[in-house]
């Protein structure tokens, strides 16, 4: 079945580190790749997505590779901020599974300043 | 734009007590998914709904959840009874069809079973 595996959290960095939150996949069929934030008290938002192979998506200064090779999808950010502390999680959907998300546990990301 | 809205934020119930959910998605998407989100993990869908037909309600437990979308517009996802491994998060998701790529999420009801 399909599956993400992301790096197991905490992780805790100060303020203007670089992040990379590692991802790696399995899907049954072409996936498109997903990283979704959730800030504390908050709903899952959707922060970038890819949905072909070598596509990078990029949002508020986050970026991710549609890596096919090494089926991973990592997180990068140059400069990360106390704001920038939640959870991120690396999602996939698969067109012939309903377009339904798969998750992976989820990243808790801390920055202190 | 309005987005996905749910009720109540927050339940807590005893053992064996029924409760539901109520989700209402974005005006005019077609599909609507929920999912249950344990505490330290990452969401896992229970149930897709495409109008008002399932599509996918493969890993809904069956025996005590259920959910339905009659007018292929809001939803109510009701468990009856509840066992203490159902504390979780519901979150409630649409997307504008089933090919839509990208699902938005409600802020979700959390559920606590004593």
């Known amino acids: 079945g399909d599956s993400v595996t992301q790096m197991e959290g905490p992780v805790t960095l100060s303020e203007e580190a670089f992040l990379t939150i590692n991802c790696t996949y399995t899907a049954t069929g072409y996936p498109s790749l997903f990283w979704y934030v959730q800030y504390p008290g908050e709903g899952l938002q959707l922060l970038l997505k890819a949905t072909k192979a070598d596509d990078k998506g990029s949002n508020k200064g986050f970026e991710a590779t549609y890596r096919k090779e090494t089926t991973s999808f990592h997180l990068e950010k140059g400069s990360v901020q106390v704001s920038d502390s939640a959870v991120y999680f690396c999602a996939l959907s698969v067109n012939n599974a309903g377009n339904m998300l798969t998750f992976g546990g989820g990243t808790r990301l801390m920055v202190k300043p | 734009e309005a987005g996905v809205a749910q009720s109540p934020r927050y339940k807590i119930i005893e053992k064996r007590q029924s409760v539901a959910f109520w989700c209402n998605p974005i005006s005019g998407h077609a599909t609507l998914y929920w999912y249950q989100q344990i505490l330290g993990q990452g969401p896992k869908l229970l149930i897709q709904f495409q109008n008002n037909g399932v599509v996918d309600d493969s890993q809904l437990p069956k025996d005590r959840f259920s959910a339905e979308r009659l007018k292929g517009v809001d939803s109510t996802l009701k468990i009856q009874p509840a066992k203490l491994e159902d504390s979780a998060v519901y979150l409630c998701?649409?997307?504008?069809?089933?090919?839509?790529?990208?699902?938005?999420f409600g802020p979700g009801t959390r559920l606590l079973v004593l």
């Open positions: 998701a649409s997307s504008l069809e089933r090919g839509g790529k990208t699902q938005y």
